[in-house]
């Protein structure tokens, strides 16, 4: 073969192999970052497909808090680390697609916006009441007892017409010896300040379920719950693992005419997979919010499964749990 001919026959075996590899390129997927779910596709998860309401005439929200930046809107925390122990102030802000501190909200069960902070091992909770200063900076002291990663979220809604419900999480860092704890076996009761609260209900996967709460007091039912936030109780549901958030509000409200002060207070909810959760429940009686919290296994499949415990002499105690910021 003469060196003409070498050439020609080198330049096609490259050309043959560079086709080969562009073919098997363009025949597989590229691996990219999955897209974010659209709150259409989560809602479609989350059965709603079926006019989109759960029972009691709320919508059934889809799980949030994954992502630090939603719709247009991001979580900017000012203060991402802080000491385990102390009193300390968190600040933060929301701002909007052109980095602007966004200052008007729509109240929602009688707040601007509602924060929650959470450790990643799920036995500290807070409900924190920030104010808002002019310029859009949010602010709440707060003092978290353990070190170790947690997550914070802001739930709100925009104040521009036809604007949906929002929830941010960003990751907060607690200084200190981080020890973090297995998550509570699941059980269906919980004591808080003598108070003891009864779940009775299944969440499952892509499916609207109640769930109803019995708060009782000294082995007597509470009858005489007090309005907080607009309601008798409300319900948060974090997934272990990513800590998916899950905001439930419950069937009925104070002076509809139907709905009674407690014992009971009812919640439709629907869980995004399957998986552990963590319920904690916000109720508040003789001038003072408590908290009371279960851990909840979901089964694959949505089967008609309990809270995978039968009520115990020994509830779960969620001391750490209850605490609230103004």
Not at 79 to 104: C, E, H, I, M
Request: charged residues 20%.
């Amino acid at each position: 073969m003469n060196m003409g001919l070498k050439i020609t026959a080198f330049a096609a075996a490259i050309a043959a192999t560079f086709g080969t590899a562009y073919g098997v390129g363009t025949s597989i997927d590229p691996v990219v970052a999955k897209k974010p779910p659209t709150a259409h596709d989560e809602h479609a998860e989350a059965g709603e497909g079926a006019g989109g309401k759960a029972a009691g005439g709320h919508e059934s929200a889809p799980a949030g808090g994954l992502q630090i930046s939603e719709g247009g809107y991001t979580l900017a925390l000012d203060t991402p680390r802080v000491a385990a122990g102390t009193s300390s102030v968190l600040s933060f802000s929301v701002k909007d697609k052109s980095g602007r501190k966004v200052t008007a909200y729509q109240r929602e069960h009688g707040k601007e916006l509602h924060f929650i902070v959470a450790s990643r091992d799920l036995t500290v909770y807070r409900h924190l009441h920030p104010t808002r200063a002019a310029d859009g900076t949010w602010s709440v002291r707060a003092e978290l007892p353990a070190a170790g990663g947690y997550r914070a979220f802001a739930d709100f809604k925009p104040a521009k017409k036809g604007a949906t419900g929002v929830t941010l999480g960003a990751d907060l860092a607690v200084s200190g010896k981080a020890e973090p704890a297995a998550l509570p076996p699941a059980r269906a009761t919980a004591e808080v300040d003598g108070y003891r609260v009864s779940l009775d209900g299944a969440l499952a996967p892509g499916k609207a379920n109640e769930l109803k709460l019995t708060v009782t007091k000294d082995g007597k039912p509470v009858t005489n719950l007090q309005p907080y936030l607009g309601a008798y109780g409300h319900l948060v549901a974090l997934r272990a693992g990513d800590l998916a958030y899950l905001h439930v509000h419950p069937n009925g409200e104070p002076d509809d005419g139907v709905t009674e002060p407690g014992p009971e207070v009812s919640f439709t909810a629907t869980a995004p997979s399957s998986g552990a959760y963590r319920l904690f429940l916000d109720f508040q009686h003789e001038g003072e919010v408590r908290t009371a919290a279960f851990t909840v296994d979901v089964p694959a499949g949505g089967a008609d499964a309990n809270t995978g415990a039968k009520p115990s002499a020994e509830p779960d105690e969620t001391e750490e749990a209850d605490g609230h910021g103004h």
